[in-house]
T-cell receptor
Framework: GQQLNQSPQSMFIQEGEDVSMNCTSS?????WLWYKQDPGEGPVLLIA?????ELTSNGRLTAQFGITRKDSFLNISASIPSDVGIYFC???????????FGGGTRLMVKP | DSGVTQTPKHLITATGQRVTLRCSPR?????VYWYQQSLDQGLQFLIQ???????AKGNILERFSAQQFPDLHSELNLSSLELGDSALYFC???????????????FGSGTRLTVV
């Protein structure tokens, strides 16, 4: 089946540092999404990207839809303790289809 | 509150048993998706329903089945449970999509299944 390779698998950073994570795929996706999962909760949508090359921000978060449509990255600037959690990328080929998720990046922030 | 309701929140049962997990989608959403998340693993797609009909199937075991009812709530049935079935099971829903917008899912809080 389709696979999304997400890296890094985990990061342990100091509060205030910037963070970058990315996802690559062997398949083309027409939509890329980034989710965050807090412990014991379901994933929550952070950013959705619909066009190749698109760069979208949501507060301290910035995500880009790769021009080849096979990759995406997420940056978090000036990290804070509440950024702790697992971040998942997800790709969708067409509207109404299932999402394929990456393996997740576990972010830990040291105050 | 995401608007997607999953019950029960926790379930502990013995091997060989059968359980039913329930999901009520967000108001207006027609699609329901079921995902399995094992410990420290990603989200594995199980099955999708759209307006009562099965639309897509992922790596769902034959021991597992699901359905979506006329009121759009969905149930995931897991039978002949094994220790390895212990996981978080998430339901998500999505809205009918308009042209040019795919839309993400809205997830419920999950059901944590422990098989002992």
């Amino acid at each position: 089946g389709q696979q999304l390779n997400q890296s890094p698998q985990s990061m342990f950073i100091q509060e205030g540092e910037d963070v970058s994570m990315n996802c690559t795929s062997s398949s083309i996706f027409n939509t890329w999404l980034w989710y965050k999962q807090d412990p014991g909760e379901g994933p929550v949508l952070l950013i959705a990207l619909y066009k190749a090359g698109e760069l979208t921000s949501n507060g301290r978060l910035t995500a880009q839809f790769g021009i080849t449509r096979k990759d995406s990255f997420l940056n978090i600037s000036a990290s804070i303790p509440s950024d702790v959690g697992i971040y998942f990328c997800a790709g969708q080929q067409n509207a109404g289809n299932m999402l394929t998720f990456g393996g997740g990046t576990r972010l830990m922030v040291k105050p | 509150d995401s608007g997607v309701t999953q019950t029960p929140k926790h379930l502990i049962t013995a091997t060989g048993q059968r359980v039913t997990l329930r999901c009520s989608p967000r108001s207006g959403d027609l699609s329901v998706y079921w995902y399995q998340q094992s410990l420290d693993q990603g989200l594995q797609f199980l099955i999708q329903y759209y307006n009562g009909e099965e639309r897509a199937k992922g790596n769902i075991l034959e021991r597992f089945s699901a359905q979506q009812f006329p009121d759009l709530h969905s149930e995931l049935n897991l039978s002949s449970l094994e220790l390895g079935d212990s996981a978080l099971y998430f339901c998500a829903s999505s809205a009918p999509t308009g042209a040019g917008e795919s839309g993400g899912y809205t997830f419920g809080s999950g059901t944590r299944l422990t098989v002992v």
